[in-house]
Antibody, heavy 123, light 107 residues
Framework: EVQLVESGGAVAQPGGSLRLSCAASGFIFDDYTMHWVRQVPGKGLEWVSLITWDSDTTYYGDSVKGRFTISRDNSKNSLYLQMNSLKSEDTALYFC????????????????WGLGTLVTISS | DIQLTQSPSFLSASVGDRVTITCRASQDIKNYLAWYQQTPGKAPKLLIYAASNLQSGVPSRFSGSGSGTEFTLTISSLQPEDFATYYCQQLNIYPPITFGPGTKVDV
């Protein structure tokens, strides 16, 4: 079964750091670009970051650029998001998602999603 | 950045209704548009990719059309499990990849 399972969400203080993880199974992880997408509860979807299959290319949304770092370990079938200098507006459910096309930087959509991990930034 | 707008933002419908949701892009995105369905407490689900291609396993009552700046998602006969929020997403000009604000389909 194709599956993504996020972990690492927690309550953190403004200015603090968190590291999210996403464990992948059921597909050839190192064939695909992977994404992080977040959602404030009750609100819409916001793309956060992507990393290509070979880690050569990373992109970030403007709201997290310079604060968040995406990485992956293909030997462990795992995706990560290091979140620094956290702000209250980073409070959200964070999803990892698999891109749809083998070897593409960005394919035609995100065809597998995890259930998300909740990050709450509060003093 | 490419801005996506969706209309309507809320849609009241009944089982069996034909439902159409529109997504407009602020620039030409060719056919690099996807549609997602999200029900409360669940992750988004890919329905349509490349504007008009049905994702594997998605019922044929869902269809997508359009190119350039105007796109539509149509549900030909609404089923109880289709009451959800629908998002469009552009993947042509990035970063960032952008989502529309969503359309909630409710009773």
């Amino acid at each position: 079964e194709v599956q993504l399972v996020e972990s690492g969400g927690a309550v953190a203080q403004p200015g603090g750091s968190l590291r999210l993880s996403c464990a992948a199974s059921g597909f050839i992880f190192d064939d695909y670009t992977m994404h992080w997408v977040r959602q404030v509860p009750g609100k819409g979807l916001e793309w956060v970051s992507l990393i290509t299959w070979d880690s050569d290319t990373t992109y970030y949304g403007d709201s997290v650029k310079g604060r968040f770092t995406i990485s992956r370990d293909n030997s462990k079938n795992s995706l990560y998001l290091q979140m620094n200098s956290l702000k209250s507006e980073d409070t959200a459910l964070y999803f990892c998602a698999k891109d749809s096309l083998v070897g593409a930087t960005i394919g035609e959509g995100m065809d597998v999603w995890g259930l998300g991990t909740l990050v709450t930034i509060s003093s | 950045d490419i801005q996506l707008t969706q209309s309507p933002s809320f849609l009241s419908a009944s089982v069996g209704d034909r439902v159409t949701i529109t997504c407009r892009a602020s620039q030409d995105i060719k056919n690099y548009l996807a549609w997602y369905q999200q029900t409360p407490g669940k992750a988004p689900k890919l329905l349509i990719y490349a504007a008009s291609n049905l994702q594997s396993g998605v019922p044929s009552r869902f269809s997508g059309s359009g190119s350039g700046t105007e796109f539509t998602l149509t549900i030909s006969s609404l089923q109880p499990e289709d009451f959800a929020t629908y998002y469009c997403q552009q993947l042509n000009i990035y970063p960032p990849i952008t989502f529309g604000p969503g359309t909630k389909v409710d009773v």
